[in-house]
């Protein structure tokens, strides 16, 4: 049996770290250093296409701050003098892809729940610094819900400041298909709020996972609706510099959750393209 790509593995452990791990990925091109501010599971949203299993209990409840930056200032270093590549699961990258590209705080939840995510930007951005990565760049993974809030808005800032770039998650253009597909309390009106607000101030990547539902790929006048949201956001002012276009990669915890085959997502980013005019890229 063949081993799995590197690109589907994107497990949150890496040598005995807690918060901290190296992957391999699609999107960024290189190596994207995470950070999971989410070690308890615990996220405001229950997308249907995760692959975090909220059934079990993590053992990890808190975010050991001290512990955090310790982990990242040793995996950052190691990814930067190459030694990383002396590791076994990272031992095949191909020569092309040794690079590291970023350092993206998502993990098992929502980042931006994260009650000291402003000081975590900060003590980040200082580590970043004292490397000499200034060529890094921060990547904030959000769906956006908590965009709003006087702290997050100060941990953007220090993103700014710092090679920062925002990815955004939308993944439906209308209230029924959006909570279908992210089974959340929150409306789809404060997200797109908060990707308009936040687009003003800087150029954000959206995000869109689209998946089939018991095989039903998302329909037409679903796509015709998500394509509406983004013109709107750009119409109001808001920088939308791409549009990542992905499907289902790693295995779900849900079984009615399924990839789009390759032509189904190369006819939406065509669809997406020509409807609003922004770059659109598809992975698969």
């Known amino acids: 049996m063949s081993a799995q790509p590197l690109y589907t593995q994107h497990q949150r452990l890496f040598a005995g770290n807690k918060f901290v791990y190296p992957v391999l990925s699609r999107r960024s091109g290189g190596i994207s250093v995470g950070v999971n501010l989410n070690p308890d599971k615990v996220c405001n949203f229950d997308c249907v296409y995760c692959q975090v299993d909220r059934t079990t209990q993590s053992p990890q409840r808190f975010v050991e701050v001290d512990r955090l930056i310790t982990e990242l200032r040793d995996v950052l270093t190691q990814a930067h003098t190459g030694a990383l590549y002396d590791t076994p699961k990272f031992a095949a ?132 609706a998500y394509c509406d949201s983004l013109n709107e956001i750009t119409a109001a002012g808001g920088q939308l510099s791409r549009v990542q276009i992905y499907t289902v990669a790693r295995r779900p915890a849900e079984s009615t959750v399924g990839p789009l085959p390759p032509a189904e997502v190369d006819r939406i980013v065509e669809l997406v393209h020509r409807r609003t005019g922004i770059d659109v890229q598809g992975y698969y």
């Open 93 to 224: 990258v191909p020569p092309a892809l040794r690079r590291l590209n970023d350092l993206a705080f998502s993990g098992d939840g929502e980042p931006t729940t994260f009650v000291n995510f402003d000081e975590l930007m900060q003590r980040s951005a200082q580590v970043k610094r004292e490397l000499g990565l200034d060529d890094v760049k921060m990547v904030l993974i959000t769906n956006a819900s908590m965009l709003h809030r006087p702290r997050v808005q100060q941990g953007l800032a220090t993103l700014d400041a710092n090679q920062g770039e925002i990815w955004a998650k939308l993944d439906a253009g209308t209230e029924a298909y959006y909570r279908q597909i992210m089974r959340t309390v929150i409306p789809l009106t404060r997200v797109l709020e908060n990707l308009t607000t936040a687009a003003r101030t800087r150029p954000l990547v959206i995000q869109t996972l689209f998946c089939t539902l018991d095989g039903a790929a998302p329909s037409p006048s679903e796509l015709g």
